[in-house]
């Protein structure tokens, strides 16, 4: 406790923020979406009409639209 004209206390010291330790539950999981990400992508190469075909709005379908046509 000091007077009126005494010093200010110095000031504390900044808190130490360490970096999260990598959790391996996560790396495993990620490496599980990347698994299915190229999986998923090996089955859609294989399909006629994927993202070149009937997907992409704009496209010109004068042909069949309906099974069985």
Not at 1 to 19: I, T
Not at 20 to 36: G, K, Q, T
């Amino acid at each position: 406790m000091g007077g009126f004209f005494a010093p200010d206390p110095p000031a504390p010291p900044a808190p130490v923020v360490l970096p999260p330790a990598p959790d391996p539950e996560a790396a495993a999981a990620e490496e599980r979406v990347n698994a299915i990400n190229r999986n998923r992508r090996g089955l859609l190469g294989t399909i006629a009409t994927s993202e070149t075909g009937l997907l992409q709005p704009g496209g010109n379908r004068a042909g069949k639209s309906l099974l069985g046509e």
